[in-house]
């Protein structure tokens, strides 16, 4: 009996939710839409009828190097975005929260390709925008505009501020420099899977040197690692302790 | 004679010129309304009225840490943008030729202060516009707003793949690696103003393995450096080689 009501509770939260519509409040909270006022966002609701995705723990959404045709919105659930660096010798999983806008800057410019696999890490909800949307929007109404102009220029202002940064001195801050300068966000919890000859090498230090430091940060509870897999609960922790 | 004919010389070509209106021409070939139409731009030359500041070597146009309330573009001659790094430790100084943009990010966004000294290098002359301007641009015209998104969007994937680098591992590459971090432009001529044990620390190297791979870079003709002063006339070469 008891296995049988784990098994449908298990089943409930497995089954795969159906497309639906999403709510007109919903609309209005998405980072973009804010501060539109009512009857214009009505008019938005009715043209563009936004329709979302339901994702469930392992479907991959987004692919490194996939041209980036539609702005994708995290409306609920997990998202977990990960990277390859230095010719495949380390790889940072790193988690992404509803409600967010996924690679914003990816398009317009020059480089129009996403720079990261996303894959469902939880079940939830995501919207998708064509980008025949957005330059609709972005053509008709000011301040889906200036939302989006101050993201683009907010992201531009955080990444030059982070390449200000002055070379890190210790094996510590070496090592949470590395991974700190490729994440999307320094906060929150970040996963790398790597060897540790393949740190040592990236980071230009001994791997003795490089294990004696990461026993040092489990100690002091600022992250843990087994068997290539190190794991930060708190990237913000990390860094706001070691640079 | 001769010297009187030097001096006249000399006169003319520190004469202050003075504020001009803007060639329609000149207005048609800014970064920011390329491709806008012959009726659409005719309007919006007559609107704005165009006035152009002339320049001085010397004068101060812009001092890092100013709010950002105009996009200044520079329409002929040369400025020099300069910025301390590292508590003040080194100096990087680069030419900023016409016609540019100076820092677009800055005008929307959190951080809408300037990040550097702007200071003319060459007579010449530039364009303010004001934020209101540029806002109404934003609003009334499709071109110039896809010319400010695309602007904006590069400079952020630009930055971000800046970031993506691995550490340095030789002391030429930790040196060039510092200096490519912090410039507006991977490419041209820099000049950066610092003390030989100031720039040690920042690499984490002795002075003497500074000091020597300073010499080596010289032999190079990659760069070349007095008591202070590292002059690098191609920055893209020496990162072409060392990196």
């Keep these: 009996m008891d296995v049988a009501a784990a098994c449908c509770e298990n089943c409930e939260s497995q089954k795969i939710k159906a497309m639906k519509k999403l709510d007109y409040e919903q609309l209005a909270s998405l980072p973009l839409f804010l501060g539109i006022d009512g009857s214009t966002l009505s008019s938005i609701y009715e043209t563009i009828n936004p329709v979302v995705a339901p994702m469930r723990k392992g479907n991959a959404i987004i692919t490194s190097g996939e041209e980036c045709r539609s702005l994708l919105f995290l409306l609920e ?61 972005m053509m008709e109404n000011d301040v889906f505009r200036f939302n989006f102009t101050n993201m683009l220029s907010s992201l531009a202002q955080d990444t030059v501020n982070r390449l200000r940064r002055l070379p890190p001195q210790t094996t510590e801050a070496k090592i949470t420099d590395l991974f700190s300068r490729q994440v999307l966000r320094p906060a929150g919890r970040k996963q790398i899977k790597c060897k540790m000859t393949d740190l040592a090498e990236c980071v230009g230090e001994t791997r003795l040197n490089v294990s004696r430091t990461l026993h040092k940060l489990e100690d002091a509870g600022l992250l843990s690692f087994t068997r290539g897999i190190i794991d930060i609960p708190y990237m913000e922790k990390l860094i706001a302790k070691v640079m």
Tied chains: 1, 2.
């Design 77 to 137: 659930g997990f998202v977990q975005a990960s990277a390859a660096f230095g010719k495949n010798r380390f790889t940072i999983y790193e988690l992404v929260h509803a409600v967010s806008v996924v690679e914003p800057q990816c398009l317009f410019g020059l480089h129009t390709t996403y720079t990261r696999n996303y894959t469902a890490d939880s079940g939830g909800y995501y919207l998708r925008l064509p980008k025949s949307v957005i330059v609709r929007q």
